[in-house]
């Protein structure tokens, strides 16, 4: 298979990463998301990976929590995840760096934007823990920055749900897939793909975007090789 992308920031929920259980880390996910992106990363891809944190907290939920002391718990709940991540991908086979946005070197590089192209270069997976390190950005957010900063060719959105619908799917039966969209289609339909600071961001730097399912086996490899599942937002 012909990879149609040379770069790409996989974004992972945290959520995906529970699996059937809701909360926490399911094993079974951890190795089935390390065996896609070993699958894409052996066609010579450059993988970076940036994971939510909501399998552990959910700071928008603590109504009567500060909203910058909940977000920065939130930021801590995805370095758990990153963590679990690399050393799933490193028992696949693949050597993997984690780069926190908040600095704790005991566990984890600094973010540094040269580093990580340098990591990337050699082939070697970046998953970028603890969201941009400032309080009122999403993960979404994240993996938008991120990508506009290491020049990636697209985001892959690895989410429970399937693609992108008018509705949530698993309230409203009825609910309508998209198969294209524009980043201003999210925008003006609100749709709750990514917040809308990340799709702007998304959009003001010409930044891909597809979405698909994380529960089916090579999902990501057809995204990779740019087969028509999902939504594909551009």
């Known amino acids: 298979m012909e ?4 770069r790409v920031v996989i974004k992972v929920s945290g959520e995906a990463l529970a699996g059937a259980k809701g909360m926490g880390l399911d094993e079974a996910m951890l190795t089935d998301v390390a065996k896609e992106v070993k699958q894409i990363h052996d066609l010579g891809v450059q993988v970076a990976v940036v994971v939510g944190g909501g399998n552990f907290w ?4 603590s109504k009567s929590m500060d909203r910058a002391t909940a977000d920065y718990m939130g930021m801590l709940a995805t370095v758990i995840n990153a963590l679990a991540l690399q050393d799933a991908f490193e028992a696949a086979g693949m050597p993997t760096r984690v780069q926190t946005a908040i600095e704790m070197r005991e ?6 934007r040269r580093k ?3 990591h990337l270069n050699k082939n ?5 823990g603890a969201g941009i390190g ?9 993996a938008a920055l991120r990508a506009v900063e290491i020049d990636a060719d697209i985001i892959l959105l690895a989410k429970k749900v399937d693609a992108v619908y008018d509705s949530d799917p698993e309230k409203n039966p009825d609910a309508v897939k998209y198969d294209t969209l524009t980043h201003q289609e999210i925008l003006e339909k609100n749709l709750q793909v990514m917040d809308s600071t990340a799709a702007s961001l998304c959009r003001d730097n010409g930044i891909k975007i597809h ?6 086996p090579e999902n990501m490899l057809k995204a990779i090789c740019g087969e028509k599942i999902g939504t594909f937002i551009s």
Request: positive net charge; proline residues 8%.
């Open 134 to 142: 400032s309080p009122f950005f999403s993960t979404d957010t994240t």
């Open 211 to 216: 979405v698909f399912g994380v529960s089916h």
């Open 116 to 118: 990580a192209i340098s």
């Open 107 to 112: 566990v984890a590089e600094p973010y540094i």
């Open 124 to 128: 070697i997976v970046v998953i970028f």
């Open 58 to 61: 959910r700071g928008r939920t």
């Open 3 to 6: 990879p149609k992308y040379k």
